[in-house]
């Protein structure tokens, strides 16, 4: 038994004895470890790490639901927790949309977990820094390098208890020339997976291409998104599109059943191995189809919002989702035939995965990145944000040109839609998100029709 376990299983102990046989209580342990080495000015300036473990109570009592959570994981500390959230409840109005304890559940077979992650020194990040500086070749570097590990015990008054845990790595990197930017980034379970050198030679390599830059007229372009881009694609889609709740207050897109995208399109949510097994509900996490073939098969629930729907959850409850809605954290789009991991290269502005989709468009644009993207309406997904880390024009299957950085106002799953795209790259690539835990992986991919709203000069 693992102690975040023992620690669960100690409150619904107490839970128990101080608010009797009557209430229901669910209590997730979670210890969490991350350490992160930054640098800029190819050189690195900070190497921190944080280790906290959290225990988070949720009790329903007497028809009211209060929370509450604690670092403090002594005798005097979980008691407390239990004493004021106890109190709370009985403060609280009454929860008429209490979705009831996941009752005991097996948990799925998780992916391998990696020791070595885990277990990660700052020297073994900072050789990653080192090669990935060497490899840019002179040229101006930033970014990080990160590892983190994360395990948790859970149990609830229903009998239910789960534990388990995950490592990540992640690393992000820009290279600069005369103002224009390249960046590299890539995420695994394994930190022996990142390889600084090919990550510095491909962000150089693009900041390279992106000098002299020219300006091109507001329009629709066919266009072809790298992975770094179509992360951005993935996280939107899944924050307000495939959200449980969204869904449930008809605030989504979301139609199951329907052909809402290309025939190409499939999209995965892939937690195990990446997270942990469970989520703040118990309910065991599994891979989950959100589109098959283009048809929309599901979207994301914890018990709340399936109640809503009458559907069952899908393993997706967190700290934020009865708020915000419960959210898919590791989107897969899988990739055209003979999808693997990609190696980067450095020939040029065009990463393996969006070289032989370059070659096949006549003319339209490469776009690298997409960032400071906001949603202008949720329930047809329209997001306008910006081009960043290079663009260039591409003509007869060449790229002839740099060009400056363009605003765009598109709706992603118009941009998705059926007969929409031309292609995708045949590598898939696990990329971060900003937080620990969070990645995407995808392919780039060819779309027919993007639209650009303005360009650099506004």
Same mark, same amino acid.
């Given at each position: 038994?693992?102690?975040?376990?023992?620690?669960?299983?100690?409150?619904?102990?107490?839970?128990?004895?101080?608010?009797?046989?009557?209430?229901?209580?669910?209590?997730?342990?979670?210890?969490?470890?991350?350490?992160?080495?930054?640098?800029?000015?190819?050189?690195?300036?900070?190497?921190?790490?944080?280790? !906290?473990?959290?225990?988070?109570? %949720?009790?329903?009592?007497?028809?009211?639901?209060?929370?509450?959570?604690?670092?403090?994981?002594?005798?005097?500390?979980?008691?407390?927790?239990?004493?004021?959230?106890?109190?709370?409840?009985?403060?609280?109005?009454?929860?008429?949309? *209490? /979705?009831?304890?996941?009752?005991?559940?097996?948990?799925?077979?998780?992916?391998?977990?990696?020791?070595?992650?885990?277990?990660?020194?700052?020297?073994? @990040?900072?050789? %990653?820094?080192?090669?990935?500086?060497?490899?840019?070749?002179?040229?101006?570097?930033?970014?990080?390098?990160?590892?983190?590990?994360?395990?948790?015990?859970?149990?609830?008054?229903?009998?239910?208890?789960?534990?388990?845990?995950?490592?990540?790595?992640?690393?992000?990197? &820009?290279? @600069?020339?005369?103002?224009?930017?390249?960046?590299? @980034?890539?995420?695994?379970?394994?930190?022996?997976?990142?390889?600084?050198?090919?990550?510095?030679? @491909?962000?150089?390599?693009?900041?390279?291409?992106?000098?002299?830059? &020219?300006?091109?007229?507001?329009?629709?372009?066919?266009?072809?998104?790298?992975?770094?881009?179509?992360?951005?694609?993935?996280?939107?889609?899944?924050?307000?599109?495939?959200?449980?709740?969204?869904?449930?207050?008809?605030?989504?897109?979301?139609?199951?059943?329907?052909?809402?995208?290309?025939?190409?399109?499939?999209?995965?949510?892939?937690?195990?191995?990446?997270?942990?097994?469970?989520?703040?509900?118990?309910?065991?996490?599994?891979?989950? /189809?959100?589109?098959?073939?283009?048809?929309?098969?599901?979207? !994301?629930?914890?018990?709340?919002?399936?109640?809503?729907?009458?559907?069952?959850?899908?393993?997706?409850?967190?700290? &934020?989702?009865?708020?915000?809605?419960?959210?898919?954290?590791?989107?897969?789009?899988?990739?055209?035939?003979?999808?693997?991991?990609?190696?980067?290269?450095?020939?040029?502005?065009?990463?393996?995965?969006?070289?032989?989709?370059?070659?096949?468009?006549?003319?339209?644009?490469?776009?690298?990145?997409?960032?400071?993207?906001?949603?202008?309406?949720?329930?047809?997904?329209?997001?306008?944000?910006?081009?960043?880390?290079?663009?260039?024009?591409?003509?007869?299957?060449?790229?002839?040109?740099?060009?400056?950085?363009?605003?765009?106002?598109?709706?992603?799953?118009?941009?998705?839609?059926?007969?929409?795209?031309?292609?995708?790259?045949?590598?898939?690539?696990?990329?971060?998100?900003? *937080?620990?835990?969070?990645?995407?992986?995808?392919?780039?991919?060819?779309?027919?029709?993007?639209?650009?709203?303005?360009?650099?000069?506004?």
């Amino acid at each position: 038994m693992s102690a975040e376990l023992d620690i669960a299983g100690r409150v619904v102990g107490l839970v128990r004895g101080l608010a009797g046989a009557g209430a229901e209580a669910e209590v997730l342990a979670g210890h969490s470890a991350e350490a992160l080495t930054r640098f800029a000015n190819s050189a690195i300036h900070q190497n921190v790490a944080d280790a !906290t473990t959290t225990v988070r109570l %949720r009790l329903h009592l007497d028809g009211r639901t209060a929370s509450g959570s604690t670092t403090v994981t002594d005798a005097d500390g979980l008691r407390s927790l239990v004493e004021r959230t106890v109190a709370a409840s009985r403060l609280s109005p009454p929860d008429a949309a *209490w /979705p009831g304890l996941t009752p005991p559940s097996p948990l799925r077979p998780a992916g391998g977990f990696d020791e070595a992650t885990a277990a990660a020194t700052p020297q073994e @990040r900072a050789e %990653r820094v080192r090669d990935f500086v060497r490899a840019a070749g002179g040229l101006e570097t930033a970014g990080f390098c990160r590892t983190s590990y994360s395990s948790g015990g859970f149990a609830n008054t229903a009998g239910h208890s789960a534990e388990g845990r995950a490592a990540e790595a992640a690393m992000d990197g &820009i290279a @600069r020339l005369d103002g224009a930017d390249g960046v590299s @980034r890539r995420a695994s379970g394994r930190l022996a997976d990142l390889d600084g050198a090919a990550l510095g030679v @491909r962000a150089a390599a693009k900041a390279r291409a992106g000098g002299r830059p &020219i300006e091109l007229p507001p329009g629709r372009y066919e266009v072809v998104l790298e992975p770094t881009a179509v992360a951005d694609i993935l996280d939107n889609l899944a924050t307000f599109g495939f959200n449980g709740k969204a869904f449930a207050q008809h605030q989504s897109f979301a139609e199951l059943g329907a052909q809402q995208f290309d025939d190409a399109i499939t999209i995965v949510d892939e937690p195990l191995g990446a997270t942990l097994p469970f989520d703040l509900e118990g309910t065991p996490r599994d891979a989950l /189809p959100l589109v098959r073939a283009g048809t929309t098969t599901a979207v !994301t629930h914890d018990r709340t919002s399936a109640a809503e729907v009458g559907a069952a959850s899908t393993g997706h409850a967190s700290t &934020i989702s009865r708020s915000w809605g419960p959210l898919a954290s590791n989107l897969h789009l899988a990739g055209g035939p003979g999808a693997d991991a990609a190696a980067e290269s450095g020939d040029g502005p065009t990463a393996a995965s969006a070289r032989a989709l370059v070659a096949r468009m006549r003319r339209g644009l490469l776009i690298t990145d997409f960032w400071y993207t906001r949603v202008l309406d949720q329930k047809s997904l329209v997001i306008t944000g910006l081009t960043r880390n290079g663009v260039w024009l591409v003509e007869d299957g060449e790229v002839t040109a740099a060009v400056g950085n363009m605003r765009f106002t598109q709706s992603y799953p118009q941009a998705l839609g059926p007969g929409t795209v031309l292609g995708l790259g045949s590598e898939a690539i696990s990329l971060p998100d900003r *937080w620990s835990g969070v990645r995407y992986t995808a392919p780039a991919l060819h779309l027919k029709s993007w639209n650009i709203t303005g360009n650099a000069s506004g």
